[in-house]
């Protein structure tokens, strides 16, 4: 019992912590551009646990194959996303911006058709991703969809955000079998061996001038959103299963809304709630609860 509240208190904290990035990312934008701050975000996350994982007296994990697959989650985890959400954030609010991560769980299974044996798509899931992506079209709005204007195209990059971070789950299951925190260290090193130079290379970040509020955020994603929030996703691993951890699906977005409206005083447009709620359903459905739900009522 004592375990099963502390693996749902630190759930939540997770939730609430990467429900805040969004927050974060829009307040560094103020002055500071969108590759820089995913440089600051990873160097600083890289930084702090390899510095962890040296106090410990661990190391890197050996060289091998694993090695491409950590690259991958890498680029495909940290620089793309990280990159594309504050891409996006330029033109949206924060909290539209979470609400399109509740789409992750519907790339997912859209991709683990191609990329497993054995998660491959049923009629549930099918109608369940179709239901979920209709939600994606009440977000964006369909004839937004079809004017490609700058606020379409920002809600794109940031959905292209969550279809990274559904390729990752799937590929870091090739790396369940390597010491975590080993694993999170060294994923974070690659990414910023990437995206630092690209950052020094495109922006010449020491030619910008950062307000305080932006380099307290830059801060903040960096040591909480992303290194001490891996500490914390560990802890709930070992706590729990990945199945329980993706229920960060659906609290995160919730979260990034209620920090958008409460500090930056955003105004979620009435589709975003009825969206979210469609984009809930596709995934409930996907996830076979659509016929769970009906069974009883058909044996009454």
Not at 59 to 77: C, D, N, Q, R
Not at 124 to 141: D, M, P, Q, Y
Not at 175 to 189: D, F, G, Y
Not at 251 to 256: H, M, N
């Amino acid at each position: 019992m004592r375990n099963q509240i502390q693996s749902y208190l630190l759930l939540t904290t997770l939730a609430a912590i990467w429900g805040g990035s969004f927050l974060f990312i829009k307040i560094a934008l103020g002055s500071v551009t969108p590759i820089t701050i995913a440089a600051g975000r990873i160097g600083l996350a890289a930084l702090l646990l390899y510095m962890i994982l040296r106090w410990k007296g661990l190391s890197l994990p050996a060289m091998g194959k694993h090695w491409i697959y950590i690259v991958a989650v890498a680029m495909l985890g940290n620089v793309l996303p990280f990159s594309l959400i504050s891409f996006g954030e330029q033109h949206i609010d924060s909290s539209l911006a979470a609400v399109l991560m509740a789409t992750i769980p519907l790339f997912t299974i859209l991709i683990a058709h191609f990329m497993t044996s054995d998660e491959k798509m049923t009629a549930e899931k099918t109608l369940g991703v179709l239901i979920g992506f209709l939600g994606i079209v009440i977000l964006i709005g369909p004839s937004t969809l079809l004017d490609l204007g700058k606020q379409t195209l920002a809600q794109l990059m940031v959905a292209c955000g969550a279809l990274c971070y559904s390729v990752t789950g799937i590929l870091s299951r090739k790396l369940s079998k390597l010491p975590k925190l080993q694993c999170a260290a060294a994923i974070l090193l690659v990414a910023s061996a990437v995206i630092v130079p690209a950052s020094v290379l495109l922006d010449q970040p020491w030619a910008l001038k950062p307000d305080p509020s932006a380099l307290i955020s830059i801060g903040i994603l960096g040591l909480l959103a992303t290194a001490v929030a891996q500490l914390i996703l560990l802890k709930v691993l070992d706590l729990r299963n990945a199945s329980f951890l993706s229920l960060n699906n659906y609290l995160i977005p919730l979260f990034g809304v209620f920090w958008g409206v409460v500090f930056l005083f955003e105004r979620p447009a009435p589709n975003t709630g009825i969206a979210f709620l469609v984009i809930l359903l596709g995934v409930f459905v996907s996830q076979s609860g659509f016929m769970r739900f009906l069974r009883p009522a058909a044996n009454a």
